[in-house]
C-alpha cells in the first residue's frame, strides 16, 4: 500500500476588499496547488436558495442546499452579484450550514500537491493546523477605494462613500458573529496591503511560503 501523498495548505483569511483573494490566486498558480475561495461556497448555498425561491431565514432548507455544493462548479460571475452577496451574508450565521461547508473545506483542503483557501475563518476554523496562515488587511479607506475602482471600470455607477459605509457593516458582521468570528489565527503572518501592489504582497507571501515547504520538506 502507497501512503497517500501529503498535501501542503496555505490558510488565508482578512477582510473584504483586502486583496487576499487576488493573492491567493496568484500563490495557487505560481506553487501548481488547488485555489478555494470559501466565500463562494456561501454565496453558492444562496444562490441555490433563491433560485428556488426558498426563504433564506430556513436553516434546514439552506443546511440541505449547503450539503449539495459542488466545490468544482463554483462559478464566479454567477456568484459575484450584489443580491447574492446579500443574502450569502444571512445564510453565512447559521451554524448548522457553516459545519456542513466547513466539512467540505477540509476536505478541499486535503487536495495533492497542496491547495490554498482564502476567507474568514480558514486558519482559525477550517484549517487550524495549516503550515502557513496569512492574515491579509488593509485600511478601510484603501479597500474601499480598490472596491470603487473595480466596480467603476465595470461601468457601473457607484459611489465612494456608499462602499466604504458598506464595508464598515461587512466588518462589523464578520467580527462580531459569535459562530467564527474574523480575527486572526495565533500563528499566522500578517500582512498590511495599505501602501503594497499585488507583486509586493505576493513576494512577501511566497518567503513565508518557501521557508514553511523546507521546514516541511514539500
Not at 26 to 55: E, F, P, S, W
Not at 101 to 114: E, I, N, T
Not at 129 to 154: G, H, M, N
Amino acid at each position: 500500500m502507497h501512503a497517500p501523498a501529503p498535501s501542503f495548505t496555505i490558510a488565508i483569511d482578512g477582510p473584504a476588499a483586502s486583496g487576499k483573494g487576488t493573492l491567493a490566486r496568484r500563490i495557487a498558480d505560481y506553487y501548481g496547488y488547488h485555489h478555494l475561495d470559501t466565500g463562494l461556497t456561501y454565496r453558492a448555498v444562496a444562490k441555490a436558495l433563491l433560485d428556488q425561491n426558498m426563504a433564506l431565514d430556513d436553516e434546514f432548507l439552506a443546511e440541505k442546499a449547503a450539503r449539495g455544493i459542488d466545490l468544482s462548479k463554483l462559478d464566479r460571475a454567477a456568484l459575484s452579484t450584489h443580491d447574492v452577496g446579500e443574502a450569502a451574508s444571512k445564510v453565512a450565521v447559521m451554524p448548522a450550514v457553516r459545519r456542513a461547508l466547513v466539512a467540505a473545506q477540509q476536505a478541499f483542503a486535503q487536495r495533492s500537491p497542496g491547495t490554498v483557501l482564502d476567507g474568514r475563518d480558514i486558519g482559525t476554523v477550517v484549517c487550524p493546523d495549516a503550515p502557513v496562515k496569512l492574515y491579509i488587511t488593509a485600511s478601510p479607506q484603501a479597500r474601499a477605494k480598490r472596491r470603487f475602482d473595480e466596480i467603476k471600470s465595470s461601468g457601473a455607477a457607484v459611489l465612494y462613500e456608499e462602499i466604504l459605509a458598506d464595508l464598515t457593516r461587512r466588518d462589523a458582521r464578520d467580527m462580531g458573529r459569535t459562530d467564527s468570528p474574523l480575527k486572526p489565527a495565533a500563528d499566522a503572518h500578517l500582512l498590511d496591503t495599505t501602501e503594497m501592489d499585488i507583486e509586493t504582497a505576493f513576494l512577501a507571501a511566497k518567503k513565508l511560503i518557501d521557508q514553511a515547504l523546507v521546514g516541511n520538506r514539500y
